[in-house]
């Protein structure tokens, strides 16, 4: 793409790898084409020698990645003649949802935990106009009520077992490769239900593959003969690794988790719909899973805002946090490239920002001497 020509979205920009027919209304907020920034004041305080990078998911126009799937899922269901929308949530599909739905004329319905959503994702939803079903229980009772009542009621279902929602996402990986020039060594990101490490394994498999190749069994799109493999972009594919929050992490258990807890309420899932798949991720990159606690959560997404001036959600600190300690730890190995999904805006969590601030914060009177004397203290 030319740096002046006008962007239009993700599914224009990647249309030939995309499930979308020739005449099929597009719906889109321009979403995609994301900031892929080079992190400069973080790796000096590691020990190691790295080149790190961050995909700043973020700046999506709902604030989060969830838009790449949803733009993909929402112009289908339109196609499909649908004429509403649901999901279970913990905040960002809904808040996603919401919006493209909006934007197409579609009722959203989303069903979120009762108290556990972060305040932005709930004024999104709310002010896009969906219905908001707040249920007594967490995202997993959710996604368990949606998936049976989509048998019985005139409504498609948008969460990531929408397979539409993987493709959109995959093209995360497409822009990663494309502003690189290659893949990176490693892609760490946050796991949830672990639709997105999943999708970005197919992105980069697609990326890889050479006409029709299909390169891995984790894409369930087309059973093996890969339609969107064309030309190979890279010659190589990244090892991918999967954190999770300590108190929500069913793939370092081995098993799910029923009473799922964690501060990064965007992964506070103890039943992965990705299973199957994300664990295919992980032997075929020759990749692991860890997990973080809440405080090392919390320390990466405040060095991340405070060192290099990039405020994400607590979730999305989460590949930051495990990636330094993998870093530290020899696990990624010295002089390589990595990037870490920041999967979400740090202002969809006002609570959990303030919450943590250590100040400073002055209180003083309206001189300029009170001023003055505040700012003089506090040089560096
Ligand atoms: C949805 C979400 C995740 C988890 O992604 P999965 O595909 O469910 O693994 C992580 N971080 C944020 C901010 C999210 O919204």
Known sequence: MSPLARYTGLIERYRDRLPIDDDAEIITLREGNTPFIRLRNIPRRLAKEVQLYVKYEGLNPTGSFKDRGMTVAVTKAVAEGSRAIVCASTGNTSASAAAYAARAGLT??????????????????LMEGAVVIQ?????????????ALVKEAPVTIVNSINPYRLQGQKTA??????DLGRAPDYHCLPVGNAGNITAHWIGYCEYAGAHGECLT?????CGGKCPYARNAVSDKRPVMVGYQAT???????????????????AIRIGHPQSWEQAWK?????????DECTDDEILAAQKLLAEKEGIFCEPASATSLAGAMRDIEGGKIAENSTIVCTLTGHGLKDPDAAIRQSTGPLLRVDATLA???????????
């Open 247 to 265: 108190g929500a992490a069913p793939f370092m258990r081995g098993h799910m988790v029923d009473q799922p807890e964690t501060v990064a309420t």
């Open 370 to 380: 009170e001023v003055k004397r505040a700012i003089l203290g506090n040089m560096a």
């Open 173 to 178: 990986a497409f822009e990663i490769v494309d």
């Open 281 to 289: 991720v992980q032997e075929e990159s020759g990749g692991w899973f």
């Open 108 to 125: 959203a319905f989303v069903v979120i935990p009762d108290g556990k959503i972060a305040q932005g994702k709930l004024a999104q939803a």
């Open 217 to 221: 069994s984790a894409c369930l799109f």
């Open 135 to 147: 249920i007594k229980g967490n995202f997993d009772d959710g996604l368990r009520i949606v998936k």
